[in-house]
C-alpha cells in the first residue's frame, strides 16, 4: 500500500528537514540577541538549504519495504535531521515572532522524533516503521504549514 512515489515523496521531506543541520544560527552560544523575523526567516532558509542538499546526497532505497534499505537510508538521514532540527532550536526569536516560530519548532521536533523512531525500527526490521512513514505525511504538511506561516519557506519545500 505504500507507494515508491509516496516513499519518495516522504523521503524528500524527511530529507528538507536533515538540512538545518548543516548551518546555524549565532556563532556565539545562549544569550545570543532576539532575531528580527527577517534575521530567523533568512537563517532557517539557509540552515534548510543546507540539509536539503546534505538530504539529496543519500541515495534513495529502490525499496523502501526492504528493511535493510530502508535501515541504511535512516541511518544517514536520521542524523543530518536531528542535527538540522538542533541548529533551529537554536535560533532566538524576538517577540514578533516567538510564538510562530515555537509553533513551527515543536511541529519540527515531533517530526525529527518520527523519523528517529522510523529509524530505530527499520534498524530492527521492524515493519511498524511502514506504517509510521505513510503517517508521517500529515505532520509533515504540518511541518511545512508552520515554516510557511512563519517565513521559513525553504524549510516547506
Not at 37 to 64: F, H, L, M, R, W
Not at 82 to 97: H, I
Not at 101 to 120: C, D, G, Y
Amino acid at each position: 500500500m505504500f507507494s515508491s512515489s509516496r516513499a519518495s515523496a516522504c523521503l524528500v521531506l524527511v530529507t528538507l528537514g536533515a538540512a538545518v543541520a548543516g548551518c546555524g544560527g549565532s556563532s556565539s552560544g545562549g544569550g545570543s540577541a532576539a532575531l528580527t523575523k527577517a534575521q530567523i526567516d533568512s537563517a532557517a532558509n539557509t540552515i534548510c538549504g543546507a540539509e536539503a542538499t546534505a538530504g539529496q546526497a543519500v541515495p534513495t532505497p529502490s525499496n523502501i519495504q526492504d528493511a535493510t534499505q530502508a535501515a541504511a537510508y535512516f541511518d544517514q538521514i536520521d542524523p543530518i535531521i536531528a542535527g538540522a532540527t538542533s541548529k533551529l532550536v537554536a535560533l532566538k526569536p524576538d517577540s514578533s515572532v516567538a510564538a510562530d516560530w515555537n509553533a513551527f519548532i515543536a511541529l519540527r521536533k515531533q517530526e525529527t522524533t518520527l523519523i528517529h523512531t522510523i529509524r530505530t525500527k527499520a534498524d530492527a526490521k521492524d515493519r511498524s516503521g511502514l506504517t509510521d512513514l505513510q503517517n508521517s505525511s500529515a505532520l509533515g504538511q504540518q511541518v511545512d504549514a508552520a515554516a510557511t506561516k512563519v517565513g521559513a519557506a525553504t524549510c516547506a519545500e
